[in-house]
Structures are given as structure tokens and as C-alpha cells.
């Protein structure tokens, strides 16, 4: 086979790197870090975790779950090592951000079919080819990818602050994980009814950081990474019913479900940090301390790493990508990752799976892998190739794409253990038929 080469060390450059080596093909890997970083990145290791520590949800029956079951089956390079990273989070897969990055990366520098070149690409590579850039690709090269493509959408993405674990005034808080899942894995900080209000208040009036980069109608914000304040000002419990809900959690103190609560994972197996979860934010950094302080338990909190904001980028993939992950008009150029319209972690990484082995396939001359739509990889692919509406945006795992079982089944769980079994039955039945 022909070297490929694959553009991007992050989680879907990662993948389909190591799918390719995997088939005997020999990769090079280019990756600009450390040379230069994105506006969101501060690590030179590989498949570097931004926004959140999380992989959501563990179990089978869950769809982020399924998800990461189907990529383990076809062979994943990063669903064993997260397992191997792992942190306590209750029912979700989080990771110690360090440590996973440093797996994946010595994986990779110890494969001897993949090479490395630390340089930032400002053209397209000539021969085969895996873009795998991600959401902030470099200024250089995405204006080649936009010139080919002709254009590219956008949006914006947010971080959560994080803050150290000695800051936390524990007499204020409590350890649990909602329904009692997990060992205690979630620091919880209750609100009463004034408190919530005074900081729903305070969210609404405190100042954003400007946000360059876009037209007069103001920033396009995904609804999957949405700004905690974007949030708050759809209603006033809209973050009570979001990212503050209480359900399946009872203060150790009163007895009684809080109004409200902030609840903080850990980001590393010392635990000696936190992030809000699903704080995501674009306030002033100075805003940001007076509004958070304002959150029992973390009034001397120590911010680790402020929220931010910034632009992210996707292709239109329906109008440009096979379902293989492969560009129509240049069958040899294969895109990975969130720039192609799928969102998370995982989603992205398991998007890498499938070009690196649809790439290794295409050099073979053997027909492209597509899994069928009832699975969530699949139906993940069909959703970036296939999306008929109008306004096309990022897409995660969840049951919803998937088509409906031929029976009705009214309990939700078992509705979601049964969309799950089908699924894994067509992935080691199309898997059995290659």
C-alpha cells in the first residue's frame, strides 16, 4: 500500500492513524504542535482533551456507552486507554487529561509504521490523505480546505473554569453521584431558592468577553457546548432544569433535594482539581471569579483555568463526504473528527475509525466499510453524509438517530438496552460479513 498521510494528532488523527498501521499501511503522521497551538490547546501530547475530562456515559444501554462498546469492537486505540486513565465520575468514563494523552501519545511514537513530522501543513497533501485538523484547524491550511470545498460553516465552542481541590469549602458541600451511581465521584454544591436567584441574577449581568471572528448577527453557538450565561438568559430555570438540576440528589445536611446544585469532577486521579460541569462560559475572567464565588463552597475558590470561548469550524459535510468519510469529488482525501460535523469526543474519534479503515480498504481496492444505520457509528455517518434539512450542525451520539425499533416499548430504559443489543448484533453481523 501507499503511505498515507494523516493530517492531525488529535483523537480522530489518532484513531485513523492507528487503523492504518493496523492494516500494514505505513502513516505519516503530521502534527504542528508543539511548534504552534491553537487558540485552545496547551499540551504537545496527542489526542489532548480540551473543553472536558468526560467521555459521558459508561454502561451498554446509554448511547455514548454503545458507542464506545461499537468502537472497542472495531478495534479502538483509545477506548482501552481511557479505561486505563480513568477517574471515579459515577456512571460516566472521565479520564485524567495528562495521563490519557501520554498513553496515546507513547502508542503512537511506539508504532513502526507510523512516522512523525512536527510541522504546520499550509496545503493539502498531494497523495492519500486523512484531514483530521479538528474544529480549529490552523488559519493556513483550512483556507486550502475551504478553497477546495468551497467554504466551511462555523460555530463557537466553550470550556468550563476549573479550580483546585483545597478551595473547595467542603463544610458547604457534599460528595454523591446522582441516584447513588458511582462511589461519591461528584462534589455538590447545593443552593436554596434565594441563593439560586441571586446567581441566576448575577450571570445575567455580568459581562462577556468580546468574540471576534464573525458577522453583525453575533456568534452561531452550538447547543451541544452552550454557554452557561447563553443559557440562564432563556429563562429563569433554564439552568435548574440544565446543568444545575438537583434530581437524584439529596443534601447529607436538611434531608431534602437542594433547589439547585453545581456539581464538580474531578480532572485527575489526585483529585486536586475540579471543573463546574457544564459551566461552559465566555464571561471576563474577572467576571467569572465574582460570579462563581458566589456558588456555596467555592467562595475562595482558586481558579486553575478560566472558561473561554472559541470558533470552531465544521465542513458541509451532506453536500461534500461519502459516507465513508471520503471526499466525493477526491476519493483519496478522507476528512475525521469534528470537522466533519460530528460532536464529542468519542464521536470523533470513532469518525477516525472508520476513515483510516475506509482508506486502508480504498488502496486494498476493496469495497468501502459502511456499518449499518442501526448502528450509532453508522447512523453517526449517514447523519454528516446523508442530513437533508436545511441548517445543517454538529451532531453527538444519542438514540434519536437511530431508526425506530419494530416494536413499541414504553419504558425508556429498556427501550435504549433494546436499540443497544440490536446495534451490536449489526456490528459483529457486518463485521462477520467483511
Known amino acids: 500500500m501507499e503511505k498515507v498521510t494523516v493530517v492531525g494528532a488529535g483523537l480522530a488523527g489518532c484513531e485513523a492513524a492507528w487503523q492504518l498501521a493496523r492494516q500494514g499501511a505505513a502513516v505519516e503522521l503530521v502534527e504542528m504542535k508543539p511548534q504552534k497551538f491553537s487558540p485552545a490547546h496547551k499540551s504537545p501530547g496527542f489526542a489532548e482533551l480540551v473543553c472536558s475530562n468526560s467521555l459521558k456515559a459508561a454502561r451498554i444501554e446509554s448511547a455514548a456507552g454503545l458507542l464506545k462498546e461499537e468502537m472497542r469492537r472495531l478495534g479502538s486505540l483509545l ?3 481511557a479505561q486505563r486513565a480513568a477517574v471515579p465520575a459515577g456512571g460516566a468514563l472521565a479520564v485524567d487529561r495528562e495521563e490519557f494523552s501520554r498513553l496515546v501519545t507513547e502508542a503512537i511514537e511506539a508504532n513502526p509504521l507510523i512516522t512523525l513530522r512536527r510541522e504546520e501543513l499550509l496545503e493539502l497533501p498531494e497523495g492519500p490523505a486523512i484531514v483530521a485538523t479538528g474544529p480549529l484547524t490552523a488559519p493556513g491550511l483550512s483556507q486550502a480546505i475551504q478553497a477546495l470545498c468551497g467554504g466551511a460553516l462555523s460555530f463557537f465552542d466553550a ?3 476549573i479550580v483546585t481541590k483545597e478551595s473547595i469549602d467542603m463544610n458547604k458541600c457534599f460528595a454523591a453521584s446522582r441516584y447513588g451511581r458511582g462511589e461519591e465521584d461528584y462534589i455538590n454544591c447545593p443552593m436554596n431558592k434565594a441563593e439560586y ?3 441566576a441574577q448575577a450571570l445575567l449581568q455580568a459581562e462577556r468577553a468580546p468574540v471576534h471572528g464573525f458577522d453583525s448577527r453575533g456568534p452561531k453557538v452550538y447547543e451541544g457546548c452552550m454557554p452557561i450565561e447563553v443559557l440562564a438568559s432563556r429563562g429563569g430555570d433554564a439552568i ?3 446543568p444545575m438540576k438537583p434530581v437524584g440528589l439529596v443534601d447529607p445536611r436538611t434531608g431534602h433535594r437542594p433547589w439547585a446544585v453545581v456539581q464538580l469532577r474531578t480532572e485527575n486521579r489526585e483529585k486536586s482539581l475540579y471543573n463546574l460541569v457544564g459551566f461552559q462560559t465566555n464571561l471576563k475572567f474577572g467576571e467569572q471569579r465574582r460570579v462563581f464565588t458566589m456558588i456555596p463552597g467555592l467562595e475562595r475558590a482558586e481558579f486553575a483555568r ?5 470558533r470552531n469550524t465544521f465542513l458541509n459535510s451532506p453536500q461534500l463526504l461519502a459516507g465513508d468519510f ?3 469529488d477526491r476519493p483519496r482525501l478522507f476528512f475525521a473528527g469534528q470537522i466533519t460535523g460530528v460532536e464529542g469526543y468519542m464521536e470523533s474519534a470513532s469518525s477516525g475509525i ?3 479503515v475506509n482508506m486502508a480498504r480504498r488502496l486494498q481496492g476493496k469495497k468501502p466499510l459502511v456499518l449499518p444505520e442501526t448502528t450509532m457509528i453508522g447512523a453517526l455517518s449517514r447523519y454528516v453524509s446523508g442530513y437533508e434539512g436545511k441548517d445543517f450542525q454538529p451532531m453527538g451520539a444519542n438514540f434519536g438517530i437511530l431508526p425506530p425499533l419494530g416494536e413499541k416499548i414504553r419504558d425508556k430504559r429498556e427501550r435504549y438496552a433494546a ?5 451490536l448484533k449489526a456490528l459483529d453481523q457486518a463485521a462477520a460479513l467483511d
Open 306 to 310: 478560566y472558561g473561554v470561548m472559541h
Open 419 to 423: 436499540l443497544a443489543r440490536r446495534s
Open 326 to 328: 471520503s471526499l466525493r
Open 197 to 199: 436567584e441571586a446567581f
Open 240 to 242: 435548574r432544569f440544565g
Open 354 to 356: 472508520m476513515a483510516g
Open 79 to 81: 477506548v482501552p486507554i
Open 159 to 161: 470550556a468550563a473554569p
